[in-house]
């Protein structure tokens, strides 16, 4: 979506530009501005560390850690191109190194973190502060470990990737912070593209009808095909729909099978090759029954007023419940 800036006399579109482009560097400005202002990507977290890589093996480094409320650890990763390249595969590498961190260690991380700004908070109480304990809780610190992408765009093969691996109950987020020229002045639009976020609705709706009233839909009549489940207990005009089969020259009890556990008995009296004849109580319902066909079943139908007879797949009758 295009941003547009609102003059005197018209909307004046905002061009799309590259941080490249616009001399933003990754670390010294992106990730400098997101540290102080983690806010925008990741609300209610406190970051205790940037380019953390105190490990006992390797070089990695984080570009922002943090702690949110739930006392989760928050690995955040940051990139300036258009494609996002393998964040996804560095970030869950760094969950991983970090997931066994101690609420202690958490300290003295954030204490160095502090240092190396310059602040003279207490690190300890800051943590405690932010997490809203009174004591520190090592079985509560740490349960999960966060990841947060934020990139001028993602790929197609990077979002895929972190839509399957939320399917398995990780926690990751592509924040999308795409960058514009407005003369000397450089906008940003940060967008959470990954999860989607939840949209109110934007259909009025007058109400949901009762069980067992309304018209007969294709989802209605597709839920019930093969489901196994009652359609003794579903609206007649619904269950005649369940069982429509097309008859050539066959009888009733011949084409007795039936989908949802309702066999309707058919008969094939002067039957054309196209056309379908179902014979059924009506007491009512033929003219909802009739509409309903007519809308969902693109063939020509042909109702016939007479008795029903429920059968089972071997041919005897099924008994109808007393409502019937």
């Keep these: ?12 579109e905002l061009k799309e530009t590259s941080y490249a482009k616009a001399g933003v560097k990754e670390r010294n400005d992106l990730q400098r501005l997101l540290r102080m202002q983690v806010e925008v990507i990741s609300p209610d977290t406190l970051v205790i560390a940037e380019e953390f890589g105190e490990w006992t093996e390797g070089s990695r480094r984080i ?38 961190m101690t609420f202690d260690r958490a ?20 943590l405690l502060e932010h997490l809203d304990w009174s004591e520190p809780d090592e079985d509560r610190f740490a349960q999960d470990v966060r990841i947060i992408l934020a990139s001028a765009e993602f790929s197609r093969e990077l979002t895929t990737a972190v839509l399957w691996l939320n399917e398995r109950d990780l926690d990751i987020r592509c924040m999308r912070m795409k960058p514009y020229q407005d003369g000397e002045k450089i906008l940003i639009d940060v967008q959470q593209i990954v999860p989607c976020p939840r949209r109110p609705p934007i259909q009025c709706k007058s109400g949901r009808r009762n ?3 309304g018209r ?21 005009h619904k269950r005649i729909c369940i069982r429509i089969s097309h008859l050539q020259n ?20 002067s039957i054309l090759r196209s056309s379908i004849c179902i014979s059924i109580v009506a007491r009512g319902v033929r003219r909802k029954i009739k509409r309903s066909l007519i809308r969902y079943i693109p063939i020509k139908i042909r109702l016939k007023p007479s008795l029903v007879a429920p059968w089972n797949g071997d041919g005897s009758m099924v008994r109808k419940p007393a409502e019937l």
């Design 250 to 269: 066959t009888t009733g009890s011949e084409r007795a099978p039936a989908y949802g556990g309702w066999p309707i008995h058919t008969r094939s009296h």
């Design 1 to 12: 979506m295009a941003i547009y800036e609102i003059t005197a006399d018209s909307l004046r």
């Design 211 to 213: 069980a067992g009233s």
């Design 107 to 126: 300290v003295e991380v954030f204490s160095g973190y502090l240092n190396k700004i310059s602040s003279t908070t207490d690190a300890r109480e800051a």
């Design 216 to 236: 007969t839909g294709r989802n209605d009549i597709q839920s019930a095909k093969g489901s196994g489940q009652n359609c003794w207990n579903m609206p007649i």
């Design 63 to 100: 570009d922002l850690l943090g702690v949110d409320k739930d006392a989760n650890l928050v690995v955040i990763e940051l990139k300036r191109t258009d494609d996002g390249g393998h964040m996804e595969l560095q970030a869950i590498r760094y969950a991983a190194m970090v997931s066994a």
